[in-house]
């Protein structure tokens, strides 16, 4: 206890709110994500992660033109030198480099199975190769000429750069994407050479507008290709602002076939689009007969990408089927833009283009300057050098003299004063160096002297010395005029931008523009009953759920087969475009599309698998959907309301609730209005008849009461024509119609009386 008192005294223990400490440690923890792991610089577009690997690749010496190495080793490198996380993790970020559909320019040039555009994940480090692209190299170009600063790596025992020289704008070239704290970025790929004539020509007009560099870079250029299908305006507003997303779609065309018929050729897919999981997607959509007129998808790829499509009939649209594809599948996607990053390597930004091409091209002069200043140091030790060398050969017998004689050759070099002794050593034309006094070696120069092999002692050998001398002195010239003139160091920059261009740009292996992009144009709505091949069905529902479609208008009163223990139910005529509503128990309408019913030569599907209606539910009706119709609909209650029929119908599976039941109250009846008067019998064989303006039209709820019970509740419900008479079927099964009806009718809620002699003993009309 004394211990800790102590320690608490000088200092060592002290308290803080626990808000405030989980707040500092939470803030360092999100700077830390923010900068070291998810936002890319705006100067090399690279993450951290990405920039060690490339520098590594560069220590392994694995060049685009030289050999291939383990990416284990490569990896082990990167985890044991720079980037102190799981190797897992770094692998699979070096083998998204080398992936061609995920990245437009891959910076690793990979050997073996780095994966495929079907989702299939690379083989593991040890099976795989990787070295350097020539785009790579040219993100590291200057590294060795002080171009960018450098840092010490996470133990402090060797250096890694803070940024690399980036001889494009590879952020916007390559994309990214990360998620950090707080914040998140999304950027799409675009071609190096759009990008590299928008840079030139905001070197050229550093105020150009927004809208204008957009003549440079229409759009996103994505590995995949496909079709950005955007208009201009929201195109520009999404580039002055960083935030905002493109449609993009796959691109398709019609192939022709044997008599008449036709299928669709997908060649290019949406980007970062599984192919394998759109051909599932596909299939759900054909199973499901979400899309009736889709017949079948097929995968015919091999290296490039070939989707079959068949469509139901010939003489269905291409245009209408693709749009409908387009809306119900990864054919077409929202490609997000958020160009969020670190536009100085610290500071994180919502950029335009405006503002990340201007980044780069700052950065770019930056490495100018650096590079060119790294220059100047190396010439001014090279012309000391030469100094000293072309001394020696001006007064060669005096330094063979000194070397073969004197003891210590080194210091009678420096000692000796060579403007006095030997006029033959300094002309107007000599450089002399700054370190050196007037007529004195430096320390330098006499090592290289001293270091000089005899074959040199030729007078050939002195021309050389004196010729690089002399054009090492221009280009030292040459780079003092550069560093003191801002507009030709712009001029040099945009002098490097094109020779950029004119090696990754058009003539590249992929340097051409891949996703086209064209304007929006919204596809006219198309209601999917009239797509669907109109053609006459008989509806089955059993007694218990099974449903199926018999081709054609069979016989009512057939005989059909049934499972064991079950029988017939519902039995109706219909049309493949026809939507049926059902209407279970627990008043709720579910909508299923009678060309998505099973065939009937089996014995159906259960029609809970299609809707999901309850298994302690029972199916109540079904009726075919006509907007013009009315329901009269009633609970066991002896309540009912009349509804129209566009009120029930339902977009989802779970239905839509329509009449409101609870306890053991249960929906009992529903019934198609066809008449002026309504005619209901309770479980008491009591039939009341009133006319059907007294019920109410409403869209939910629990509704009036129809006939008072004092035992027992309602049995059936119909609705007729007072004119024509209440029709039912008597025992017999012969249709008996009474037309004296006066004796039931009465208002609505009453009792009613005993049913007419022969009614039937079910209570149903």
């Known amino acids: 206890m004394s211990e800790i008192d102590d320690n608490y005294k000088i200092g060592q223990i002290s308290t803080e709110p626990l808000r405030r400490a989980i707040s ?9 994500t923010i900068m070291h792991r998810a936002l890319p610089d705006a100067r090399d577009g690279l993450k951290p992660v990405h920039r060690r690997i490339l520098y590594a690749m560069r220590e392994l010496k694995l060049a685009s033109s030289g050999g291939f190495r383990k990416s284990a080793k490569i990896s082990g490198d990167v985890m044991g030198n720079y980037h102190p996380h799981g190797d897992a993790a770094i692998y699979d970020a070096m083998a998204r480099l080398a992936q061609d559909f995920n990245v437009r320019y891959p910076l690793v040039d990979g050997q073996g199975n780095f994966g495929n555009i079907d989702g299939d994940n690379p083989a593991a480090s040890r099976y795989t190769e990787a070295r350097m692209t020539i785009i790579a190299e040219a993100l590291l170009e200057g590294l060795d000429e002080n171009a960018v600063d450098f840092r010490e790596n996470y133990d402090g025992t060797l250096s890694e750069p803070v940024v690399l020289p980036a001889s494009f704008p590879n952020l916007l070239a390559n994309g990214a994407s990360g998620i950090a704290v707080g914040m998140a970025t999304n950027i799409p790929p675009h071609n190096i050479s759009e990008l590299c004539d928008a ?24 590995p995949t290709g496909g079709v950005i299908v955007e208009n201009a305006a929201s195109i520009a507003e999404t580039y002055k602002t960083g935030r905002g997303s493109f449609r993009l779609r796959a691109k398709w065309e019609v192939e022709k076939l044997e008599r008449g018929q036709w299928q669709i050729v997908v060649t290019e897919i949406p980007y970062q689009v599984q192919k394998s ?8 959509l054909i199973q499901t007969k979400k899309i009736p007129i889709l017949a079948d998808v097929r995968d015919e790829s091999a290296d490039d990408i070939r989707l079959i499509l068949e469509p139901k009939s010939k003489n269905i649209d291409a245009e209408v089927l693709m749009g409908l594809l387009f809306k119900n599948s990864d054919l077409e996607i929202r490609f997000s833009l958020n160009m969020n990053v670190l536009i100085d390597g610290v500071t994180p930004k919502v950029c335009s283009l405006k503002e990340v091409l201007r980044a780069f091209l700052d950065h770019r002069r930056e490495v100018l300057l650096r590079r060119s200043k790294h220059r100047l140091e190396k010439i001014d030790k090279r012309l000391e050098v030469l100094e000293g060398l072309i001394i020696a050969f001006l007064n060669l017998d005096r330094v063979i003299d000194i070397i073969r004689y004197d003891e210590d050759p080194k210091m009678a070099l420096m000692a000796e004063d060579w403007s006095l002794d030997h006029p033959r050593a300094f002309d107007e034309k000599d450089y002399v160096s700054p370190k ?74 992929s340097g051409q523009r891949k996703s086209d992009i064209t304007e929006h144009v919204e596809i006219e709505e198309v209601p999917l009953e009239a797509l669907i091949e109109k053609e006459p069905i008989t509806v089955v529902c059993s007694k218990m759920g099974w449903i199926r479609a018999m081709t054609g208008h069979i016989d009512l009163d057939r005989e059909l087969k049934f499972k064991d223990g079950d ?42 698998l299609m809707v999901d209606l309850p298994n302690e539910c029972d199916i109540i009706n079904i009726h075919k959907y006509n907007q013009k119709d009315n329901l009269i609909i009633a609970s066991t209650a002896g309540d009912g309301f009349v509804v129209p029929m566009n009120e029930v119908l339902a977009q989802t599976r779970s239905g839509k609730q329509i009449l409101n039941v609870k306890g053991s109250v249960k929906a009992a009846v529903s019934r198609i209005v066809c008449g002026d008067y309504v005619a209901t019998v309770g479980e008491n064989r009591k039939v009341l008849i009133f006319a059907i303006e007294e019920l109410p039209v409403m869209q939910r709820g629990k509704g ?11 049995s059936d419900i119909t609705t007729f024509s007072f004119e024509d008479g209440l ?10 119609t009474e037309t004296e ?25």
């Not at 500092?24 to 830390?32: E, H, I, K, Q």
């Not at 440079?216 to 994505?222: L, N």
């Not at 070696?441 to 690089?468: F, P, W, Y």
């Not at 026809?578 to 299923?592: C, E, K, P």
């Open 567 to 608: 029988g017939p139910n519902i039995i109706f005529h219909a049309e493949t475009t026809d939507r049926l509503l059902i209407f279970g128990s627990n008043g709720r309408f579910y909508t299923i599309s009678a060309s998505n019913l099973p065939g009937g030569r089996g014995m159906g599907e259960p029609l809970r």
């Open 277 to 284: 999981k759109l051909i599932e997607k596909l299939a759900e």
């Open 24 to 32: 500092d440690r939470y803030l360092t923890y999100a700077l830390s």
């Open 727 to 736: 029709s039912w079927l008597d025992p017999a099964g012969r249709t008996r």
């Open 436 to 509: 050196s006094e007037e007529g004195e070696l430096t320390e330098i120069q006499v090592e290289a002297i001293l270091n000089m092999r005899l074959r040199s002692l030729r007078r050939l050998e002195e021309m050389v010395l004196r010729r690089e001398r002399d054009e090492l002195m221009q280009e030292r010239v040459e780079l003092d005029d550069l560093l003191a003139d801002e507009l030709q160091q712009w001029s040099r920059v945009a002098e490097q931008i094109k020779n950029t261009k004119k090696k990754f740009g058009k003539e590249y292996i």
């Open 704 to 714: 009036v009461r129809l006939q008072k019970y004092k035992d027992g509740g309602l």
């Open 741 to 765: 009806l006066g004796e039931w009718k009465s208002k609505r809620a009453s009792a009613g009386k005993m049913a007419p002699r022969g009614f039937p003993r079910n209570n149903k009309f």
């Open 199 to 222: 840079c030139l020509h905001l070197v050229k007009t550093p105020d150009a507008r927004d809208d204008t560099l957009l003549n440079f870079v229409p759009g996103p250029d994505f």
